[in-house]
């Protein structure tokens, strides 16, 4: 199986707590004013790589924490980005998943194959990004608007549970 990708990095600390391994999908229809990610949109850039050449890359270091699912918006690709959880998970059992996705949590409620998705995801970022709205104060948001939820806490009590604020910046692991 085959994940469409504009890039990865390999050790990122911006992209969820502890060291994460990111991976930015490739294609999305959001359009969100101001994206930082543009070249990501189109679902014919980028480049395919495989579910095996990912976990090639995650055996050689021993101190990544978990992975996250950026873009482009990832839920573009549930089918793959499904598949590639589920390796993950099998083989590294202390990963915690993150996703970033422009569509709100409600929203992926309603589709059958995102929910599939979501209920393999620890913590999801959701909402568009909103230039007007754009902030440098929170870890891990762009825009105030965006929430970081942790999904397993959220699906349990069939609400949004979101991760504690402290000074207006988030704190810790989730």
């Not at 021993?62 to 992975?67: A, H």
């Amino acid at each position: 199986m085959e994940i469409r990708i504009a890039g990865i990095e390999k050790e990122s600390i911006t992209d969820g707590t502890g060291i994460r391994y990111t991976i930015f999908t490739q294609g999305c229809l959001h359009n969100c004013l101001g994206c930082h990610n543009k070249d990501t949109h189109d679902f014919n850039a980028g480049r395919s790589i495989t579910i095996e050449e990912i976990l090639t890359d995650l055996r050689e270091n021993p101190l990544l924490d978990g992975i996250t699912l950026s873009g482009g918006d990832p839920f573009f690709q549930c089918s793959a980005c499904i598949k590639l959880i589920k390796a993950v998970k099998k083989e590294f059992e202390h990963f915690n998943i993150w996703a970033y996705t422009g569509f709100k949590y409600e929203e992926i409620l309603k589709v059958k194959e995102m929910t599939k998705m979501l209920h393999l995801i620890d913590v999801l970022v959701d909402g568009r990004f909103e230039l007007n709205n754009r902030t440098l104060e929170s870890k891990f948001i762009g825009s105030t608007n965006q929430r970081l939820i942790d999904v397993q806490k959220s699906l349990e009590n069939n609400k949004v549970i979101e991760k504690k604020l402290w000074n207006n910046k988030h704190i810790g692991g989730i």
